[in-house]
């Protein structure tokens, strides 16, 4: 009985200063959450909360990540217009498409909703459509072409 007592009070003893000088530590500049998409009808809502670690790229080997947040382009749903879908795309850029692949519309973006000064893209009827996905985020609509 004594034999067993003495060999759990030593392991014991060895065991609780491993614990005390064990340091853990989450450092406040790599607090970052998940990002997700939420849908209902026609309209898609992506985003993510977090805070951007400061510095250049962190690299190891072959990878390399890059902080910072998304600066994916505004969807803007016209009536009577194809569905508009934005996916991220290479880094730095978006790959706009629409539903179903109508023929005789043209992407338009603007800069701003207020005022809006719509211009033709510069990828016109292409779909899909790779355009920047760089701040400041750009709106982009469908028109119909010509008359």
């Known amino acids: 009985m004594k034999r067993t007592t003495l060999v759990i009070l030593f392991s014991t003893a060895l065991f609780i200063p491993a614990l005390l000088l064990a340091q853990y530590s989450v450092p406040w500049s790599t607090i970052a959450g998940g990002g997700g998409t939420s849908t209902g009808g026609v309209y898609s809502v992506s985003g993510t909360i977090g805070q951007h670690d400061a510095g250049g790229p962190l690299t190891n080997g072959v990878y390399s990540l890059t902080g910072g947040y998304w600066a994916l ?25 629409w539903t179903p692949p109508t023929p005789g519309f043209v992407l338009q973006e603007t800069a701003s909703l207020s005022p809006t000064n719509w211009v033709n893209s510069a990828t016109g009827p292409t779909n899909p459509a790779a355009v920047p996905a760089t701040l400041p985020a750009r709106f982009y609509r469908l028109l119909k072409a010509g008359p």
């Open 73 to 97: 382009p505004i969807a803007v749903q016209t009536t009577n217009a194809p569905t508009l879908a934005i996916i991220p795309a290479a880094s730095g850029w978006a790959t706009i498409s």
